[in-house]
């Protein structure tokens, strides 16, 4: 599968998310995208417990483990590549949860502005 460029939404490298989840649509800690990424996983959010059932609420359950699949499930503080409709779609309804704009994939602005995921913006490193 072939990998988009893994810039950030600052026009720098793309930092880590997560390795503990292991995160991104690749599985390799990043929210790198490429062409078979539908959902455009592009967006690394600081979960949250209000997050986390407003995902649920809308069929997205990713609190709840899934062993079948290697899925511990998340809890609040977990990092994690949204997909960058749901995060927009989760700001709209008072939502959103925090977000890494070096570690999230500049591909997100094709969803979501900048000035937007600037509101949710967090100043420390992950991993």
């Known amino acids: 599968m072939s990998v988009d460029p893994s810039i950030n939404v600052l026009g720098g490298p793309l930092a880590s998310c997560s390795t503990d989840p292991v995160t991104g649509f690749f599985r390799n800690g990043c929210c790198d995208t490429g ?15 209000e997050f986390l059932a407003f995902s649920k609420y809308l069929g997205n359950d990713l609190s709840t483990p899934r062993p079948e699949f290697g899925f511990a499930g998340l809890k609040d503080g977990d ?11 989760a700001h ?21 502005p900048l000035d937007v995921l600037r509101l949710y913006a967090i100043e420390e490193s992950t991993d």
């Open 35 to 49: 062409p078979a990424d539908q959902g455009s996983h592009t967006v690394c959010a600081v979960m949250t417990a």
């Open 79 to 89: 990092h994690w590549c949204l997909c960058a409709a749901r995060f927009l779609q």
């Open 92 to 112: 709209e309804e008072g939502a959103a949860p925090q977000v890494n704009l070096e570690a999230t994939h500049q591909r997100a602005l094709e969803i979501v």
